[in-house]
């Protein structure tokens, strides 16, 4: 099975930062990468699929890039809303894999 | 509006068996593969099961395989998993998703399923 490795596990940050968050796969997953947001006692959200596709609806300050085994989640210019638990997924393999997740707190 | 329901949550027993729905709406259902998500207390999002649009192509993750049994009736919009032989570790929220580009782009609420005795 393919391992996803995020990092760092916690992230704290201020209101206007740039923030960046990395998962790495044990093996190459091309582009097949997604990312999610979720709050406490909420579902989580798509932000970004195949690597570095911004879903609708989710503000430009979200970007994603990367390819083949290491891959970045940026937030540019953090915003209240922004803090959040974040996790990447692989669906490149017959099974689906999440990353551990990258909590985003308040500095 | 997209929207997953999650029902059949509950309390059962180690050993014992449950079924969870997701009724779907909003959205042409057969079209779109489909997923169970979990998530224990406090933990991370764990991926279940997936399950094509005709329901011929399903994958489970190693944890659950040969216990769990995920299908869908695309007349009646419906997801669903039949849970046996469930252990204190299958504790978790449930999420039914429905996946689109190999992502999951919508969430149900989920249900609470808690084996205890």
């Known amino acids: 099975d393919i391992q996803m490795t995020q990092s760092p596990s916690t992230l704290s940050a201020s209101v206007g930062d740039r923030v960046t968050i990395t998962c790495r796969a044990s093996?190459?997953?091309?582009?097949?990468l997604a990312w999610y947001q979720q709050k406490p006692g909420k579902a989580p959200k798509l932000l970004i699929y195949?690597?570095?596709s911004l879903e609708s609806g989710v503000p430009s300050r979200f970007s994603g890039s990367g390819s083949g085994t290491e891959f970045t989640l940026t937030i540019n210019s953090l915003q209240p809303d922004d803090f959040a638990t974040y996790y990447c997924?692989?669906?490149?393999?017959?099974?689906?894999?999440f990353g551990q997740g990258t909590k985003v707190e308040i500095k | 509006q997209v929207q997953l329901v999650e029902s059949g949550g509950g309390l059962v027993k180690p050993g014992g068996s449950l079924r969870l729905s997701c009724a779907a709406s909003g959205f042409t259902f057969s079209d779109y593969y489909m997923s169970w998500i979990r998530q224990a207390p406090g933990k991370g999002l764990e991926w279940v099961s997936y399950?094509?649009?005709?329901?011929?192509?399903?994958y489970y993750a190693d944890s659950v395989k040969g216990r769990f049994t995920i299908s869908r009736d695309n007349a009646k919009n419906s997801l669903f998993l039949q849970m046996n032989s469930l252990r204190a570790e299958d504790t978790a929220v449930y999420y039914c998703?429905?996946?689109?580009?190999?992502?999951?782009?919508?969430w149900g609420q989920g249900t609470l399923v808690t084996v205890s005795s």
């Open positions: 997924q692989q669906y490149n393999s017959y099974s689906r894999t």
């Open positions: 399950i094509s649009t005709s329901g011929n192509t399903i």
């Open positions: 998703a429905r996946d689109r580009a190999r992502a999951s782009d919508c």
């Open positions: 195949r690597a570095s």
């Open positions: 093996h190459s997953i091309s582009i097949w």
